[in-house]
């Protein structure tokens, strides 16, 4: 049989053919990844700008006597030129981070075939190897996304960025910017927040442990892991020998230094909320949000810090007091024994001390129980501690049960896995041995404003017990009854009619028609008559029928627009419910009207800012001082000051007379105590507290504005008038005392039983004698 063989030519031709396919094919390939590569080009993002770049800095909010009191930002980061950095912070990121960065045209090619090595022959991703450029270029120029196309971007934005700025630009742009975890942006906010220095002053130590960070900012937090963030430092540090910007020695001195946790102190952004939120909406309307949260602008308040932390302390203090007057509620939630762990982990998280701080509230798990000493083991986060009879005899005899799981409907007892709240009285060493207190999210709310009457400056404002949990600013958004709150102006109108303090008024039952066919009586709050009173003793002692047949006597409508001039805004009924507080008004509003008493009867506008300016240093707004205007004569203000003072003095404001000085307020409680209030001041400030449930309902039988309010009030002005010298109120000379018997409010002689002074305006004092 014949054999058939192959032709050399039909091979030639076959090779050839085959040739051409894939060289035609790698043309292609080459156009097609050139094309893709010119249109991702034409489409990047410049590179010049970043050489005016100008990364966003923190807005900063300052009190009256300049301390830092508030921050506006996305992210938060204070600028440092590089020439102000240490050098060897410098070295030590670009040791951790990037080691041919001075070498390097902004890609490290012998850095990607070394990672790719190491993470083929790991058989996983142990190594990066993109530039600081590269990562400059990620973080400003392109978005987060993943994917093939961004790397190519990157590379060529990364060249791009190393033609047109010096190594020192690139360096300023990512020491500025990168994040270093706990919320600090940028080496100086991280310096400030784990180690409380500038930059300048950081150690070694503190430089390599800061350029650990990059790589996993939370993993390496001294702050939470502080034995990993050890290992980070040492690798930093072991780099830096190795490029030889320290020597051995130096570098086995930093891992032996000590690293001390020392965060600056931050502005309390949470004791200030609700005055900054109230702020931030001002400036967000006037300046925008890029401005006013990336421009770094500065803006100068009324506000004085020692009375805001006063306020907020005060305010939160005495809701949690009379929170637990109500009772212990009972556990947040019960946790299965499998579901702990987990949630413990979560707490853990969002602890950023290094231990639990004393007097802080954190969420907690019973884990065990010791039924001899009537304690429970509780556990914070990754922490233990003992909750003691002791810190929980406020709730009374509190049930334990230790098994997992709900107890029986309407036990408010503990079981294992019980969620509850706990303060912290001594905190743990090593994660054991902390003492807790029982502790509970109050639902009552309140509001504390503060002003200086004769500025009008706002100098403290607490709108709740929690911004976090409720924006709802009450001591300008909530309008409230203010029940005998109120009567201070009801009785000045009085006082303006030609009535005086020893006007004698019959309290005794009286009854109205209400409109509906039916009958209005209104009641006492004891619900008792004490005949004829005047009307010092009325409002001293808050007495709800003599407050309704003075403003039967001066009318309705007079009282509602001699309201108005004292600068409410709110409706203000003309009817005689109104003797009793029924407008509904804000605690802003009615501390600021008792604040033209204060003030010699002069209206003087509140007002928050003062100055804003840019980064610069240019004024973009400043605010004159305001133009007082007189509303009511100073006489009046004074008697009406005066009859307050009584208030205080033996009346149902008592508590407010712990302050130690003259003070004038009045107490103010609504039907079914819904709403308390204390309104007071000293001739330098003037201070409203609210409390309340924000869905109306009782705050019980110790929820007047005596036992409610005034305490909050009190402690609060405590602490506020410490550096304010003692002032007592001064008599215009158009005002007269004179004895008076005060159960007939005629003139009394020297030496008569129950004879009092009385103040008046002149010309208003009794004429004749007893």
Not at 670 to 692: E, H, R
Not at 716 to 740: C, G, R, Y
Not at 741 to 753: I, M, S, V, W, Y
């Amino acid at each position: 049989m014949e054999r058939k063989i192959k032709s050399p030519l039909t091979t030639n031709s076959f090779l050839s053919t085959l040739l051409l396919i894939a060289v035609t094919l790698a043309v292609v390939s080459i156009l097609g990844v050139s094309g893709y590569v010119f249109y991702l080009m034409a489409k990047l993002p410049r590179v010049d700008r970043l050489a005016d770049y100008k990364p966003p800095i923190v807005s900063q909010v300052f009190g009256d006597d300049g301390t830092l009191v508030g921050e506006f930002y996305l992210e938060r980061r204070i600028v440092v030129p590089v020439n102000k950095m240490p050098r060897k912070l410098i070295q030590a990121f670009v040791s951790a981070e990037d080691s041919n960065f001075y070498s390097h045209k902004g890609i490290d090619y012998l850095g990607i075939m070394r990672a790719a090595f190491k993470n083929l022959i790991s058989m996983s991703k142990k190594e990066g190897a993109s530039t600081i450029t590269q990562q400059v270029t990620k973080s400003m120029l392109l978005s987060p996304e993943k994917k093939f196309s961004r790397k190519i971007k990157e590379a060529i934005l990364a060249k791009r960025m190393e033609e047109r700025l010096s190594k020192d630009e690139i360096l300023y742009l990512y020491l500025n910017q990168i994040y270093l975890g706990s919320g600090a942006y940028g080496v100086q906010a991280a310096a400030e927040t784990y180690f409380g220095k500038n930059v300048e002053q950081l150690n070694l130590a503190e430089m390599s442990m800061l350029a650990g960070l990059p790589k996993a900012p939370n993993t390496y937090s001294p702050i939470k892991h502080l034995e990993k963030a050890r290992e980070r430092q040492g690798y930093v540090l072991d780099r830096m020998t190795t490029e030889g910007y320290i020597t051995p020695v130096e570098a086995e001195h930093a891992r032996k230094t000590p690293i001390v946790l020392q965060p600056m102190k931050k502005v309390n952004n949470d004791q200030s909320a609700y005055y900054l939120e109230h702020l931030r909406i001002q400036l967000e309307q006037k300046y925008g949000e890029d401005l006013l949260y990336k421009g770094g602008l500065k803006i100068y308040t009324t506000m004085n810090a020692n009375m805001q932390r006063a306020a907020y302390d005060s305010l939160r203090k005495g809701l949690k007091e009379v929170d637990k007057r109500q009772g212990f509620r009972g556990p947040i939630k019960y946790l299965n024994e499998t579901d702990v762990d987990v949630f413990c982990s979560k707490v853990e998280d969002g602890i950023d001390s290094v231990t639990l701080k004393t007097g802080e509230t954190y969420q907690g798990v019973v884990v065990g129980f010791n039924p001899q000493k009537g304690e429970a083991l509780v556990r914070v986060g990754e922490r233990k501690g003992v909750l003691t009879r002791k810190g929980m005899s406020w709730a009374g005899r509190v049930g334990m049960t230790n098994s997992y799981g709900k107890p029986v409907k309407g036990n408010k007892g503990l079981t294992l896995g019980s969620v509850i709240e706990v303060s912290v009285v001594t905190p743990e060493i090593n994660k054991e041995g902390a003492q807790f207190a029982l502790d509970q999210t109050p639902e009552v709310q309140a509001a504390l404003v503060s002003v200086d009457p004769r500025t009008g400056g706002v100098k403290a404002m607490v709108g709740g017990y929690d911004f976090k949990k409720s924006q709802f600013n009450r001591a300008i958004q909530a309008k409230r009854n203010a029940g005998s709150a109120f009567k201070p102006i009801i009785y000045a109108a009085a006082l303006d009619k030609g009535m005086t303090p020893a006007a004698v008024i019959e309290d005794a039952p009286v009854e109205y028609p209400d409109g509906a066919g039916g009958l209005w009586k209104p009641q006492n709050y004891d619900h008792e008559f004490r005949g004829p009173v005047t009307m010092r003793e009325a409002l001293t002692y808050s007495i709800n029928i003599v407050s309704v047949k003075i403003m039967e006597q001066i009318g309705a409508q007079y009282t509602a627009e001699y309201a108005k001039k004292l600068g409410f805004t709110s409706q203000i009924p003309a009817n005689l419910a109104l003797a009793l507080g029924a407008a509904s008004i804000s605690p802003f509003e009615l501390t600021s009207a008792y604040a033209v008493f204060a003030n010699g009867g002069v209206l003087t506008p509140q007002y928050f800012i003062t100055k804003v300016t840019d980064t610069d240093g240019t004024v973009l707004q400043e605010t004159p001082p305001p133009v007082p205007v007189p509303v009511i004569s100073p006489e009046t203000s004074y008697v009406i000051t005066n009859l307050m003072q009584s208030v205080v003095a033996s009346g149902t404001g008592y508590r407010a007379s712990v302050i130690g000085r003259p003070v004038a307020g009045k107490t103010g409680t609504t039907n079914g105590a819904k709403d308390a209030w204390f309104v007071g001041y000293i001739p330098q400030l003037v201070t409203g507290v609210w409390v309340g449930y924000d869905q109306e309902r009782s705050l019980g039988s110790s929820g007047t504005g005596g036992q409610a309010a005034a305490p909050i009030w009190g402690d609060f002005m405590q602490k506020a008038i410490m550096n304010l010298p003692s002032e007592d109120f001064t008599a215009p000379e158009n005002v007269s005392f004179v004895l008076i018997n005060p159960r007939t409010g005629k003139l009394a002689k020297e030496g008569t039983a129950g004879a009092v002074m009385e103040c008046f305006i002149k010309g208003t004092e009794p004429a004749s004698y007893d």
